[in-house]
């Protein structure tokens, strides 16, 4: 009985959890949308998580942190570019270009890409002879392939969009992208896998010389938002552009830096730690299902059948991924250096 009621509390939790990323997503759509520059969002995120995770990794690990030496500093820094700036910039450019129902559709292609690169630089193990082997492999095909459904075919619309007339009167700007945008934005979302993927990589050394998960998590955050703030200078012009213009600008900075990347990640640590990764990844689509409601319900997406099809293939060649991952936990003696079950947890915080 008691086992029984923690796993409720843990459903409950990543419920909570998965639906405040649902609306962090839509927050984050909404403000870039009105004009609000993606690496002035991702600068602000980055100091409000800092100061918000700060203090956390002070108190718990004051006393074990591991001497700062010039090799950690360089992970710490790659982990700042590859975890935080320049991966939450593609991300939101990506969103800029197309919905955050389809956004997240890549954030699930993730683990796949992360598979595929640690095969490539020998840190994981697929043996077709074994039944994770093929657990892994279909997943990893079935996933690319839902991947190129999404990148090179619309289809018919299933729900089209309808702005109201209050909408139309206050000239919102449609949210609807033309073919050539969502070209532009699978690119770039393309492009954001490949760098998130590259993150968990560095991770892994990063867990292995300086294991500390808040500090290294606080320092990498300060380095995300020193990178991302070193490149606005460069592109933007004018302090205005860091000032954010409404109070949707400010609830979106605060809530995607305390919830998305400092709470978020307090909450979904606590579930590894409770249940293990796969039970905290299997509920990733979940997300992607909750934001595709708000997008149709109040930003009036359009909805096409490619985007349900190539997300269905995504979302099941994930869960093959985890299942092949899980019966070798289970099963298999020889361990990859990557885990790429425990890194998808912190997917869904970008």
């Known amino acids: 009985m008691g086992s029984c009621l923690r796993d409720w509390k843990l459903v409950l939790v990543m419920l909570s959890v998965t639906a405040c990323f649902s609306v962090m997503n839509i927050l984050i759509k909404v403000v870039i949308t009105e004009g609000m520059p993606p690496l002035v969002l991702v600068s602000l995120r980055q100091l409000v998580a800092t100061v918000f995770i700060a203090p956390i990794a002070y108190l ?14 360089v ?7 590859f975890g935080a700036s320049l991966t939450q910039y593609l991300f939101y450019t990506g969103l800029k ?22 095969l490539l630089f020998r840190l994981d193990i697929l043996n077709v002879n074994s039944k994770a082997g093929v657990l892994k492999l279909t997943g990893t095909l079935i996933c690319l392939a839902g991947t190129v459904l999404l990148m090179f075919y619309q289809g018919l619309t299933l729900i089209p969009s309808h702005h109201s ?13 033309t073919r050539h945008d969502w070209m532009i934005g699978s690119i770039f979302l393309v492009m954001g896998c490949i760098a998130w993927s590259s993150w968990f990589l560095i991770q892994s050394k990063i867990g292995k010389k300086y294991p500390t998960l808040y500090s290294s998590t606080a320092i990498t955050f300060f380095l995300g938002f020193i990178q ?49 990764p ?73």
């Open 75 to 81: 992970y710490l820094f790659l982990g700042g570019l």
């Open 228 to 276: 991302a703030t070193a490149f606005c200078f460069v592109t933007e012009k004018g302090i205005s552009a860091w000032i954010p213009q409404t109070k949707l600008q400010i609830i979106t900075v605060v809530f995607s830096g305390i919830v998305g990347s400092g709470i978020g990640f307090l909450v979904l640590s606590w579930c590894v730690e409770k249940r293990g």
């Open 165 to 177: 007339e209050i909408s139309k009167q206050e000239s919102r700007p449609t949210i609807s992208s």
């Open 60 to 73: 718990r690990e004051r006393k074990m942190r591991p001497k700062m030496t010039f090799e950690i500093f």
């Open 278 to 350: 796969v039970f905290t990844a299997a509920f990733s689509p979940l997300t992607q299902m909750m934001v595709a409601v708000f997008d149709i319900l109040f930003l009036h997406e359009v909805l096409h059948l490619g985007s349900v099809l190539g997300s269905a293939l995504v979302i099941a060649g994930l869960y093959f991924l985890l299942w092949g991952k899980s019966y070798e936990a289970h099963h298999s003696d020889v361990k990859p250096i990557v885990q790429n079950g425990d890194a998808h947890l912190q997917l869904q915080t970008v």
């Open 97 to 118: 270009h197309t919905s955050a129902t389809f956004t997240c559709a890549f954030l699930n292609i993730v683990p796949v890409f992360t598979f595929l690169m640690a």
